[in-house]
């Protein structure tokens, strides 16, 4: 009998994460993070609508490669992936459940494509689409925002992001083992 009560939690436990991970917001808004903190952070996270913040908090210091960042990182086991990229000729794919854009210096002129608006795209390689630069720029759907040095942007998982900078953005990503499921689905999505 407790076996089987606990089997049904475990198994609830799982399809509840599963289910968080594949889940899609339909609001395609964006908004400011004011108080900065772990806790907050990690609340709007679940929420999956992007947000931005300043961080020159002194927890949020990086170098060339990734060290640990106790305030973005889920609760759970993680992978964590650091680049640092000058790249404006990408639109780039976004699976993992938590992704941060950290505009390092100058300025950054972010788009975010909600997860809905992705089929006006053509998927080159199972991960990134191809770029239409103007028709990116003109749509009023995809929500378009200027972050400064020292701001830093989320992005929920299956949103696509664009954005055009002089200087470098630094993009953190954290999967977690659950997330594994995402990366599968779109494997399996863009097979057929």
Known sequence: MISGILMFIVILFIY???LIHFYV????????????NGNEITYRCHHKIPYYFDYSHP???????????PMLEPNVHFFPTH???????????????????KVTDMSANFILIHPKYTHNF??????????EK????????????TLSKNEMLFVPNYWLVYYETNGVVEKIQYATLLNQMCFLKHKIKHLR
Do not use: A, M, Q
């Not at 053509?122 to 770029?131: E, P």
């Not at 103007?134 to 925002?145: T, Y």
């Open 16 to 18: 509840t994460h599963i």
């Open 59 to 69: 927890d949020l210091s990086l170098n060339d490669t990734y060290e640990s960042i």
């Open 122 to 131: 053509k998927l080159l390689d199972g991960l990134n689409y191809s770029i």
């Open 25 to 36: 917001v339909k609001e395609n808004s964006i908004s400011k993070l004011k108080d900065v």
């Open 83 to 101: 680049t640092t990229s000058t790249d404006t000729e990408s639109l780039h794919t976004n699976l993992h459940c938590r992704n941060f854009y």
């Open 134 to 145: 103007d028709n990116i720029k003109r749509n009023p759907s995809f929500i378009h925002k």
